[in-house]
């Protein structure tokens, strides 16, 4: 049969011409060349050289084999599954009753690529969601009035959520935050406010910056790693330095210049 032949042929019984036929039954139907073929009375072949003559696509006929097993419409239910940012692979999986590992498989036939780089796409998605949701609790606003404070002493800082905790870079040092807006009242007048130092803070943070205080009454301390006892230290904001070795880091920010980059600090 030739091309005009099937032209005919095909508008005659489908009322269609050839190329919106053959691209309805492969892109469409998912129907294979010899499926197509098949309906035409004509040798799969013939199907494959027009197809390719009108740049369309194999057809994928694993798409109609999974709705064959798992029911129709299963094929549209999995990649909701997958478009989900929350979802994994294991989601749709679950949801079917098969292996991740099919589920891997399943995704790569479907698309054409792996799910490796889908999968870490998801992962910092996620992260940046819960950053974001950490950036607006209450709890947080002392961190960014520090932040303000440093940006308006000529600092470019940020922040990172690798860690268990917020870690704010500037100048290539690594600064842990701690703050407490209530002192605690002993015998004496003065103030003394409890900073702890944190769950294995100590060896990944250059600097701890502990705001004491609240409102217009707040103080940075600026405290070097080294310096900074193992289970936190009590701070006196009123404390000269000749009553509190740790008067001298109270609003030392001229620590993280990198001017003092190679001094240390006793």
Not at 19 to 35: G, T
Not at 127 to 149: W, Y
Request: contains cysteine; aromatic residues 12%.
């Amino acid at each position: 049969m030739t091309i005009a032949q099937m032209e005919d042929y095909v508008r005659d019984r489908f009322s269609v011409g050839l190329h919106e036929f053959i691209r309805q039954k492969v892109e469409v139907e998912s129907l294979y060349d010899y499926e197509v073929a098949n309906s035409l009375n004509i040798h799969g072949v013939q199907i494959g050289k027009l197809r390719r003559a009108f740049r369309i696509s194999k057809g994928n006929g694993f798409a109609r084999r999974f709705e064959g097993r798992y029911g129709k419409g299963a094929m549209n239910t999995f990649k909701e599954i997958i478009h989900k940012r929350e979802n994994t692979l294991a989601d749709a999986a679950r949801h079917f009753g098969f292996s991740r590992e099919y589920a891997r498989q399943i995704y790569k036939k479907v698309y054409g690529r792996p799910y490796t780089k889908v999968f870490r796409e998801k992962s910092i998605a996620r992260k940046h969601k819960i950053l974001n949701a950490k950036m607006k609790s209450k709890r947080l606003k002392p961190l960014m009035k520090v932040m303000e404070k440093m940006r308006s002493l000529g600092f470019s800082p940020c922040i990172s959520n690798d860690g268990p905790s917020f870690t704010i870079i500037a100048n290539g040092y690594k600064l842990g935050f701690r703050c407490t807006s209530r002192p605690i009242h002993l015998r004496c007048k003065k103030r003394y406010y409890r900073i702890s130092q944190g769950t294995g803070s100590n060896g990944h943070h250059d600097f701890l910056i502990c705001l004491c205080g609240n409102n217009a009454n707040t103080i940075h301390y600026v405290i070097p790693r080294h310096a900074m006892p193992k289970y936190g230290v009590y701070l006196i904001p009123e404390a000269g330095p000749c009553e509190s070795k740790y008067a001298k880091f109270k609003e030392a920010w001229h620590l993280l210049t990198h001017e003092n980059q190679t001094k240390e600090v006793s």
